[in-house]
Antibody, heavy 121, light 107 residues
Framework: QVQLQESGPGLVKPSQTLSLTCTVSGGSISSGSYYWSWIRQPAGKGLEWIGRIYASGGTNYNPSLQSRVTISVDTSKNQFSLNLSSVTATDTAVYYC?????????????WGQGTLVTVSS | DIQMTQSPSSLSASVGDRVTITCRASQGISTYLNWYQQKPGKAPNLLIYAASSLQSGVPSRFSGSGSGTDFTLTISSLQPEDFATYYCQQSYTTPRTFGQGTKLEIK
C-alpha cells in the first residue's frame, strides 16, 4: 500500500521560503509510471495544483506560482520536496503531496494527509 | 488554463436520495475528468477517473458520465457517509485544475 507523508515547518514568516518534503513508502518514487505533485487548499476553499515532478527530474509548474516554486526529487531517500519563496499570508494553506498516474488516465490516486502551513510573523 | 465549474455549489439531500452533481469544462477535455470526495480534515479521495471508471474500493452507488465539456457524478442512493464535499478535476493538460467543490449536506 503506497503512503505519502508531508513534513516541514508549520509556521513560516512573510517573505521567507516555505519548504516541505513528501516521503513515499510502499513503492518506489523512481517508477516511471507516476508524477509526484504538490496541491494546496486554503481553509474553507478549493484545491490548487502547484506543480509536479517526474522521477527523472522533469517538472511542470502552475504558471500562477511558477516564479516562486521549485520542486525537486531525491530518489535515494524516496522523497520529493517543495520550495515556495517570498511567501505572504495568501500562501497559508493545507499542503498536500499526491501521486498522479501517467499514461492515458491520469488521476491523483494517492494523497498525503496534508500539512497546515501558516504564514505569519 | 482550463476552468472547471461545478453546480450546484451546495446541495441538501436525505439518506436514500439520488443525487447528481455537474461539472463543466471551459474547453473540451475528452474524458480526462476525475472526481474526488473530501471529508473535513481529510485529504481528497479518488472516486471516479477517466469520467466513468470506478476507482477500486469505491461503492458502486457512485457513477460518472460525460465527455467533452459536460460531466456528471451521480450517487444512486445516499448513505450517511456520503455527506462530504465533491470536486471534479481535469487531467487533460497542465496546469491541472479543480472545480470549486460541491458541498453535500444532510437535509
Amino acid at each position: 500500500q503506497v503512503q505519502l507523508q508531508e513534513s516541514g515547518p508549520g509556521l513560516v514568516k512573510p517573505s521567507q521560503t516555505l519548504s516541505l518534503t513528501c516521503t513515499v513508502s510502499g513503492g518506489s518514487i523512481s517508477s516511471g509510471s507516476y508524477y509526484w505533485s504538490w496541491i494546496r487548499q486554503p481553509a474553507g476553499k478549493g484545491l490548487e495544483w502547484i506543480g509536479r515532478i517526474y522521477a527523472s527530474g522533469g517538472t511542470n509548474y502552475n504558471p500562477s506560482l511558477q516564479s516562486r516554486v521549485t520542486i525537486s526529487v531525491d530518489t535515494s531517500k524516496n522523497q520529493f520536496s517543495l520550495n515556495l519563496s517570498s511567501v505572504t499570508a495568501t500562501d497559508t494553506a493545507v499542503y498536500y503531496c499526491a501521486r498522479e498516474q501517467t499514461g492515458v488516465v491520469r488521476p491523483f490516486d494517492y494523497w498525503g494527509q496534508g500539512t497546515l502551513v501558516t504564514v505569519s510573523s | 488554463d482550463i476552468q472547471m465549474t461545478q453546480s450546484p455549489s451546495s446541495l441538501s439531500a436525505s439518506v436514500g436520495d439520488r443525487v447528481t452533481i455537474t461539472c463543466r469544462a471551459s474547453q473540451g477535455i475528452s474524458t480526462y475528468l476525475n472526481w474526488y470526495q473530501q471529508k473535513p480534515g481529510k485529504a481528497p479521495n479518488l472516486l471516479i477517473y477517466a469520467a466513468s471508471s470506478l476507482q477500486s474500493g469505491v461503492p458502486s452507488r457512485f457513477s460518472g458520465s460525460g465527455s467533452g465539456t459536460d460531466f456528471t457524478l451521480t450517487i444512486s442512493s445516499l448513505q450517511p457517509e456520503d455527506f462530504a464535499t465533491y470536486y471534479c478535476q481535469q487531467s487533460y493538460t497542465t496546469p491541472r485544475t479543480f472545480g470549486q467543490g460541491t458541498k453535500l449536506e444532510i437535509k
